[in-house]
């Protein structure tokens, strides 16, 4: 009998449930909160967040002045 017959895990986050997550939390909400919002747990919502540090943000600013 195959294990995996009709039984899987939950898809990963898409792009724009990350970019969501991000999103609620640069608008002050907490990870909690986020993690209510988005339909995913903290802690998963929390490794977004971090994965997203790599990727430059527009809120940085260019120092070259």
Known sequence: ??????????PRGNEVQRHRARALRAQGLTLAQV?????????TIQ?????????PSNHEQDDTQ
Not at 1 to 10: E, I, Q, T, V
Not at 35 to 43: I, T, Y
């Open 1 to 10: 009998m195959c294990r995996d017959a009709g039984l899987s895990r939950k």
């Open 35 to 43: 993690a209510w919002e988005v339909g995913f747990s903290r802690s």
């Open 47 to 55: 490794r977004w967040l971090a994965d997203s540090y790599d990727i």
